[in-house]
């Protein structure tokens, strides 16, 4: 997440050229431009000159915006050869073509055009295009060359993203290697390669598919549904003989967007946001996990909602199940049935899917989905079958022919798939549904009816009695202080509250109503009108960070989403107040289980698995899945709710980066974090990383296993804290000792040694030695032998006072004064 950060505010920054003269807007065979001269379109949009990016000392020639941000690059000619001086030199020969020179004469760059021309004029023109035209013939189809052709990491409206089928000429975003390097990274966004270019964008490394848009539905991209009517920009897809790309243009030309990959790899649009002089996120392109490219296995479908992410599509079961149940779900699925081709095969509909990888299918853009479906049953090897547009009711076929990869539900829109199954599934998945039905039937006839009357009674004379002037939860498309078009779409990523309705939620943020202290602000519980509990975490007021970059951070952590993360629900910003609305977990924190020699016995060892396995796998997305690259900085016991079924769910994150203000380097001055759960590094050295966080989580482990505070830990036999205890038990052969009750049964025992032995994995004196969280969730889940443990950060006697420093008592930072020191080996 760090390197996202930096990646943007850096790719906003880069330029300041020294500007000696601008030109005007064409330069014709015999003129050139040297270094500290640029060339501004007619209407002073853009502009092309020499710069120097990031901290590099290097010269590049690009185009940069003129007007609304200025320094941003969107283009670059030379990208992997810089010149190492400021004698560079663009020159356009008679021909028409542009040649780049270094002070020794050298071509370092030079356009590549295919005809010459009579009369070649060179101009940058408004849409931030430098084209080489043949006099006055301005139609874009008919220049020589033009760098719309050659897209570095931003595609800029009218720009055609993909392939002339005619020339070969792919035209693709790739990102720069660094902020302070243009050259080509090893990511790149581009039309689907393989065969004859599908209708669908892939984000590849090297070879290697990561990310899939999904096909382009008639309105958009399958798989990317929150870009349905904006009012910022229109897009569209072209697809014919000669060629196939997709295009966005503005709606508004003074509300500016574009579409950009950071040198981490991830695509984002931004938004000019005008009276914050900032670029705003308008969309992630990649939502969550399941958009991780074939996370499920052929024949899967991943689902970010369900309690188990994958599953097998209907009539197909995992290939290796032992596999599969401990979440490696690269194996995917096989039929229970073979298919009996013309014996009596039918077809299932799956609906409000991505659909699947187009890489061997087939297209007929004129057939009727009864042909479509005609079609596929007729060919023994076709396995499902689609609309290929589903504007005006559907129209269109592909057909698949072999195992359907990448298949994602969507929460909401996506289209219809037809998957084909033997005759004798189609029967007992009918028999299957009727009999559900009819137990459905009777539940309502005889439960819910009868319970749904007395409920609406009761809220009929509840809300009489409420107070009339309380304000109702209103999902606004708005966020406070601004007005125009831009900002409501940026806005409508999260529901704004007002603070009004949150001051009646919380009974003005009584003492009764406080949940607690968490890090970075205080946590109550609140109450909406229409009945809903939720959890309104107010931001102590020291952040130092500007509203509009709140609102972005916010705005992205609202899209994390996954199962064992604490749902977000909104914001509320007024003045001062920067207020999160998250859902309400009514059991707590696990500090009040763990900890509490009462509670405690509520939580049987499988629930304490199911914990440390969901904390694993909410880790885990922050750290690579959710592709934001999250590091949680302050994870510890109370910061793990509970909902009512005892899943884990993690909360505060994101904190770290959105409250963090300056800290987005690896190295920090202010350390957020809690004695206890911080590792060596970084409460030493202030140096964090995701291993930082594998450290917390490990503590974690021991003390979820022991119920008891790695801080304050104290036995009568030595003055190692809950780590050196659980350090000397393991080595001693003890390791059972840990837990804190009795455990007869010898598979669970096994588990436990299995999660003391992970826990003591993670929390390692030296990161390297700690597993990542990846491998610590295959560790938990499957039988595979484990290493034996390294000693331990922090586990000795405590032998310096150090003021606490926990992000959640900053403003009582001398009330506690706890102690550790960096062990001696002995
Ligand atoms: C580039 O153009 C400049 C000015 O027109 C000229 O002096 C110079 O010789 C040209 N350089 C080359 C390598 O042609
Ligand atoms: C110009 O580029 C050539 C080829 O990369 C290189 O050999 C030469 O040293 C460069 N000249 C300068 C002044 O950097
Ligand atoms: C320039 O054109 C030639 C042939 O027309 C082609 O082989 C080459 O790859 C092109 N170079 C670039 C950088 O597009
Ligand atoms: C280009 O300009 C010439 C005069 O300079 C004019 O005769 C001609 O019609 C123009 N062509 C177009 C396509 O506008
Ligand atoms: C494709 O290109 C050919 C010649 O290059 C042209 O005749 C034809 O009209 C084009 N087709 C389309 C659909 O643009
Ligand atoms: C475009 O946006 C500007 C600035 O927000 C606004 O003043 C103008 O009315 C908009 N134009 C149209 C056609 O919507
Ligand atoms: C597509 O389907 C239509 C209607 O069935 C048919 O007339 C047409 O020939 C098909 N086109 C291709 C390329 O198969
Ligand atoms: C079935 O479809 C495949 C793939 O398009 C094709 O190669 C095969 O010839 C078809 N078989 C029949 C019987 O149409």
Known sequence: MERFRVVFVCIF??????????ISATLTPGQSIRDGETLVSAEGNFELGFFSPGSSNNRY??????????GTSVWVANREKPIVDRLGVLNVTAQGVLVLFNSTNYAVWSSNVS??????????????????????????????????????????????????????????????????DPARGDFAFRLDPRGRGYSQMLLMRGLA????????????????????????????????????YYRFDLLNSSIPSRLVISPAGIPQRLTWIPQTNLWAPYSVVQIDQCDTYTLCGVNGICSINDQAVCSCLESFVPKT??????????????????????????????????????SDSWVNTSMSLNECGDMCLSNCSCVAYSNSDIRGGGSGCYLWFSELKDTKQLPQGGEDLYIRMAASELRSYEKK????????RRIIVGILIPSVVVLLLGLILFMRRRNPRRQAFTPSIRIENYKDESDRNDGMELPAFDFTTIEYATDCFSFKNKLGEGGFGSVYKG???????????????????????????????????????????????????????????????????????????????????????????GLLYLHQDSRLRIIHRDLKASNVLLDDSMNPKISDFGM??????????????????????????????????????VFSFGVLVLEIVSAKKNRGFFHPDHNHNLLGHAWRLWNEGRPLELMNKKIDDSSSLSEVIRCIQVGLLCVQQRPEDRPSMSTVVVMLSSEISLPQPKQPGFYTERSFSEQETSSSSIRSASRNNISFTVFEPR
């Open 527 to 617: 109450t909406l009108s229409d009945g809903q509990e939720i959890a309104v975490k107010r931001l102590s007021k020291d952040s130092g960070q500007g509203l509009t970059e709140f609102k972005n951070e916010v705005i992205l952590i609202a899209k994390l989403q996954h199962r064992n993360l604490v749902k977000l629900l909104g914001c509320c910003i007024e003045g001062n107040e920067r207020i999160l609305i998250y859902e309400y977990m009514p059991n707590k924190s696990l500090d009040n289980f763990i900890f509490d020699q009462t509670n405690t016995n509520i939580l049987d060892w499988q629930a304490r698995l199911n914990i440390i396995g969901g904390i694993a796998r």
């Open 209 to 244: 598919i990561l990310f899939r848009t999904g096909t382009w539905n008639g309105f958009r991209w399958g798989g990317v549904p929150d870009t349905v009517s904006n009012t910022v920009y229109r897009e569209q897809f072209v697809s014919t003989a000669n060629e196939s």
């Open 13 to 22: 920054l880069l330029i300041s050229p020294v500007r000696i003269s601008a």
């Open 115 to 180: 005809r010459t021309a009579q009369n070649p004029v060179v101009q940058l023109l408004d849409s931030g295009n430098l084209a080489v035209k043949d006099g006055n013939d301005s139609n874009p189809d008919n220049f020589l060359w033009q760098s719309f052709d050659y897209p570095s990491e931003t595609l800029l409206p009218g720009m055609k993203w993909g392939k002339n089928l005619v020339t070969g000429l792919d035209r693709y975003i790739s990102p720069w290697k660094s902020s302070d």
């Open 656 to 693: 770290a980066r959105t409250f963090g203000g300056d800290q987005i380097e690896a190295n920090t001055s202010r350390i957020v974090g809690t004695y206890g759960y911080m590792s060596p590094e970084y409460a030493v050295d202030g140096l964090f990383s995701i291993k930082s966080d």
């Open 61 to 70: 020639l690009g185009i940069w915006y003129k007007q609304t941000t200025p």
């Open 321 to 358: 199940p032992d596999r599969w149940n401990s979440q490696d779900w690269s194996g995917g699925c096989v039929r229970r049935t073979q298919l009996g081709c013309n014996n009596g095969d039918g077809f299932l509909k799956h609906t409000g899917v991505k659909l699947p990888d187009m």
């Open 433 to 440: 549904r009727s009999s559900s039905r009819r137990k459905l």
